[in-house]
């Protein structure tokens, strides 16, 4: 059996990695239309004002998110007492 923090981690970082690629695509793509004009003049520039600072910033930020998930986690699953091996878990009876 897997270890489900772990893999709970790994989506983490999985989904933390396609996040922070959301403001280098756009940075990206408004560079890509502003030089893309045909006559040099683009009808339509969108300027997103995110420089090397601001992508770094939006990178430590969902590096704090991801370890605030992770913390969180584990936290729970601490509190969570471990089933003793073979006790089956089911309703108390009284």
Same mark, same amino acid.
């Given at each position: 059996?897997?270890?489900?923090?772990?893999?709970?981690?790994?989506?983490?970082?999985?989904?933390?990695?396609? $996040?922070?690629?959301?403001? #280098?695509?756009?940075?990206?793509?408004?560079?890509? @239309?502003?030089?893309?004009? =045909?006559? *040099? &003049?683009?009808?339509?520039?969108?300027?997103?004002?995110?420089?090397?600072?601001?992508?770094?910033?939006?990178?430590?930020?969902?590096?704090? $998110?991801?370890?605030?998930? #992770?913390?969180?986690?584990?936290?729970?699953?601490? @509190?969570?007492?471990?089933? =003793?091996? *073979? &006790?089956?878990?089911g309703p108390a009876s009284g």
């Amino acid at each position: 059996m897997r270890n489900r923090v772990v893999l709970a981690v790994a989506r983490l970082v999985r989904l933390s990695a396609v $996040l922070a690629m959301v403001p #280098v695509a756009l940075v990206t793509s408004a560079v890509t @239309a502003s030089a893309s004009a =045909a006559d *040099g &003049v683009a009808a339509s520039t969108m300027q997103f004002p995110i420089g090397p600072v601001g992508i770094a910033a939006v990178v430590v930020g969902l590096g704090g $998110l991801v370890t605030g998930l #992770v913390r969180h986690h584990r936290r729970v699953a601490a @509190a969570q007492p471990a089933p =003793a091996p *073979g &006790v089956e878990q089911g309703p108390a009876s009284g």
